[in-house]
């Protein structure tokens, strides 16, 4: 069996030669010649059909005796050097960090996520992602509740995490349409505030389109069946994350305390473009990371890669995000 080098310095071992040290060399090329044998020996078959298209924009799980669905609303990408993270940081540490991490270097990818959860007769979304507001980008929850064969006027309660365009973009269509015409709107009384008195244009429209619907919430608010309110300001003055609770599980969406599954854990330090109070959010982020990596909390997050769920791990001084497996049955 050959020995691999035992010098620190990196060796310059080809893909062939890495190949050949596992047994592999030769085996794609032998493998597309019996294919192609095979093919000459009987008749001429159409092409292959394309394995382009979609992907699966649901993904069901349960919390204890509660039903759930994680639901994509799509994602957007952007080169490290015009990621929203490590503010203040030179820009290399951005790439170093994704390379230290075996990610990809070329772009930051964010996904968009929410979560479905039903509760007796109740279906409960928090947050309605992107709708029209991020263009393909997003908006995509519609189809993907579809795809699971739940219609929008099923949905009985949306929490409304934060105002922030891909959380709350989703409650009207392109035309201003409301598009969850039964659901009732949850809201943090701070959040709500907040915007009323400082929002942009877009943030207005949508807080006014529903004047007089919200129900204002605080920390700790039970709400349908067992999901707890809890506070996690500082992405934005009224930020909240949901805490669902079946039994001895339990499941915490912690919605934008995190945005990157590597940069956030790593450096839960970082300045974050879009948190809104930095000095808060920064001390949020620090604090439910380390709950959750004491507790080995089960989590959900906005922005993790799709399904979203997964566990929180100390690496040092910082955080790793463990993923959950995609379990099939």
């Not at 400082?198 to 807080?207: A, R, T």
């Not at 919605?255 to 879009?274: G, I, Q, R, T």
């Not at 791990?313 to 099939?328: D, F, K, N």
Request: hydrophobic fraction near 45%; glycine fraction near 10%.
């Amino acid at each position: 069996m050959a020995t691999l080098p035992t010098s620190t310095s990196r060796p310059s071992v080809s893909r062939r030669d890495a190949l050949r040290l596992l047994g592999l060399a030769g085996a794609g090329a032998f493998l597309g010649s019996s294919l192609t044998r095979a093919a000459s020996a009987t008749t001429p078959a159409a092409a292959a059909p394309s394995l382009a298209g979609a992907q699966p924009g649901f993904y069901r799980f349960s919390i204890g005796s509660i039903e759930a669905l994680a639901l994509n609303d799509g994602g957007f990408a952007m080169p490290p050097a015009e990621s929203p993270f490590g503010i203040g940081e030179p820009r290399e540490k951005v790439t170093e960090a994704l390379r230290d991490a075996l990610a990809p270097t070329d772009m930051v990818r964010l996904p968009f996520n929410v979560l479905l959860v039903r509760l007796g007769a109740d279906l409960v979304l928090i947050d309605t992602g992107c709708g029209p507001a991020f263009g393909p980008a997003g908006g995509k929850l519609v189809a993907s509740l579809a795809a699971a064969g739940v219609k929008p006027e099923q949905v009985t309660g949306i929490i409304v995490s934060h105002m922030h365009g891909d959380h709350f973009g989703g409650l009207l269509d392109a035309n201003g349409e409301i598009v969850f015409k039964n659901a009732k709107l949850f809201m943090h009384r701070v959040e709500h505030d907040y915007w009323t008195a400082n929002g942009d244009e877009n943030v207005q429209k949508y807080l006014n389109a529903f004047k007089g619907k919200w129900q204002l919430i605080t920390g700790r608010d039970k709400l349908v069946g067992d999901l707890e309110i809890a506070e996690a300001f500082g992405h934005t003055p009224g930020h909240i994350m949901v805490g669902v609770h079946s039994g001895s599980e339990s499941l915490l969406h912690f919605v934008d305390v995190v945005h990157s599954h590597v940069l956030s854990f790593a450096h839960p330090e970082w300045v974050m473009k879009f948190d809104v109070q930095s000095d808060v959010a920064i001390a949020t982020r620090k604090r439910v990371l380390d709950r959750c990596a004491t507790d080995r909390t089960r989590v959900f997050g906005a922005h993790m890669p799709f399904p979203a769920l997964g566990r929180v791990r100390r690496a040092g001084s910082a955080y790793e995000y463990v993923i959950e497996p995609w379990v099939s049955a």
